[in-house]
């Protein structure tokens, strides 16, 4: 994880953002609760981490898949099985639907708290 830490110091040290929403279910898998936990490190190196729950998720009628963004113009989709296995990732050319997960990633940013309160609220108990 060291070099990933190093990274993300080096890049936001030249302006560049990482910013994610996670999405999660409640009560927090042990794997989602590690997750919030490793998130303190990569959020103290430059990244914004920020989470959202499912059920806050589809209230705001958010996407129930799993995607990136990179620079706002270049869309990966994610797919998992039904034990969410990693698949693999699907680019996305089609402007039309990168517009649609720029405006469901803004709209989830908006309703996401940041790690440190997300942490704090849920009593994470990290």
Known sequence: MESWLALLRDQTAQGRRFARVRVVSMPLTDYSRFGVWCAQFTNGAGEDIRYLTRDQAQAERLPAHDYWLFDSRTLVRLHFDDEDRFLGGEVIEDPAVI????????AAWHKAVRRDDFASEQHVGL
């Open 99 to 106: 517009v649609q997960h720029n405006y469901w990633r803004d």
